[in-house]
């Protein structure tokens, strides 16, 4: 029923955080997707010191697919700073390498820099002529915490949908989809802002400027701009269901999917149309990965 756009998993036990496993197998994964009907999953490889507790090579995100055929779909991940560290580095033949491996895409990208950095700009650049889509999360500070910095108002990443209009955008994380409104009001930019959304924000102005930035609806951030405000997550949906992806970003064991229950509900009571919760559930990763 579902493809999930944006998984993790390790294929050996990895180092504890807060005493409990940080991050979950693919045989555990296949048990979870059985229950919640995902028939297959994009694993995004952790390469940025900031995002993990290891580092995660692409070739173990490529053993996990082959050994699980049909089932997993990987994506290879390339920091900025590979290579030689500086806006030269040769990061296509990188890209294409894995591309001729298997690798659909690149992400996810949790390095701490700016959406300015030449290092990053540099990796922009190679993905669009590697001709890779490239999932992101972006953070709201530098330091402490992982993902792409921008400002309140997404401007680093207006510059970048502007400047690499071929290259396909996958918007994820709590400082992206808490701009699906207004920020008035919002105490942290890493929260998962309540109640109605009584005008759109600059997540729904960039989607309407910019046909090349897509939404990741993955993890708690997705699901609760979907659902913060019924009547307005639907009309998102409709607006722009060709550029929206299922997700779960399931990292530990117990990470809630609850995006998953969110879309059958709707469906359920007749809200969401069935080939719009289609398009959304499984037909956009298809079209945009390749699939069929």
Known sequence: MFIDIHVHTLAKPAPLRGGKAAMSCPEYLLRRYDMIGVEKAVVLPICNPECGLQ?????????????????????CNVDPRQESNDEKARLQPILEYYRS???????????????????????????????????????????????????????GLERALARFPRLTFLGHSQAFWAEIGPMDGVESRQSYPK???????????????????????????????????????????????????????????????????????????????????????????????GLA
């Open 55 to 75: 580092i995660q090579s692409n070739e173990e995100a490529l053993d996990i697919a082959e050994r699980h055929p049909g089932r997993f779909i990987p994506f």
């Open 101 to 155: 491996q298997g690798a659909r895409g690149c992400g996810e990208v949790c390095a701490n820099m700016p959406f300015d950095d030449p290092r990053m700009q540099n990796l922009f650049a190679c993905c669009q002529a590697a001709g890779m889509p490239l999932t992101f999360h972006i953070a709201d500070r530098i330091g402490g915490y992982y993902g792409i910095y921008d400002d309140a108002g997404l401007p």
């Open 195 to 289: 109640g109605p959304v009584k005008k759109p924000g600059r997540v729904v102005e960039l989607m309407r400027r910019y046909p090349n930035l897509h939404g990741d609806l993955s993890a708690n951030s997705g699901c609760n701009a979907l659902s913060r405000d019924e009547e307005f997550g639907l009309r998102f949906m409709e607006e722009f269901g060709d550029r929206l992806y299922f997700g779960t970003d399931i990292c530990h064991p117990d990470t809630e999917t609850p995006l998953a229950f969110y879309l059958l509900k709707l469906r359920s009571e007749g809200k969401l149309a069935e080939g719009l919760f289609q398009r959304i559930a499984r037909e956009n990763a298809v079209r945009l990965l």
